[in-house]
Nanobody
């Protein structure tokens, strides 16, 4: 498994932005498909952004398109989530996940990722 450490969460006001970071302890970061998931209390984790290994093609659900942007720096073993125009509905714990060689699709599920970070809390006040 890959060790993942997230950072960048916090308390912001509605309309603000945050950039989350996730550093992976691995020698072959470029072969990892990376994902960001959010989890609301009592709910399952859901995908908010993912980026495929190799081509770096991003995937977003419709709920965050135009507000969230995923990017990666393979030289730094880091994936980022830029979250703009945040609202109270975005309040959740955000997790970084990784899986080697995973192909992304609209049906990509949390269970397809085997390595997870510890999560970082994002709280958006109205």
């Amino acid at each position: 498994q890959v060790q993942l450490v997230e950072s960048g969460g916090g308390l912001v006001q509605a309309g603000d932005s945050l950039r989350l970071s996730c550093v992976a302890s691995v020698r072959t970061f470029s072969t990892l498909t990376m994902g960001w998931f959010c989890q609301f209390p009592g709910k399952e984790r859901k995908l908010v952004a993912a980026m495929a290994w190799g081509s770096g093609t991003p995937l977003y659900p419709d709920s965050v398109k135009g507000r969230f942007t995923i990017s990666r720096d393979n030289a730094k073993n880091t994936v980022y989530l830029q979250a703009d125009n945040l609202g109270p509905e975005d309040t959740a714990v955000y997790y970084c996940a990784a899986q080697p060689w995973l192909a992304l699709s609209r049906r990509t599920r949390p269970g397809e990722f085997k390595s997870w970070g510890q999560g970082t809390q994002v709280t958006v006040s109205s």
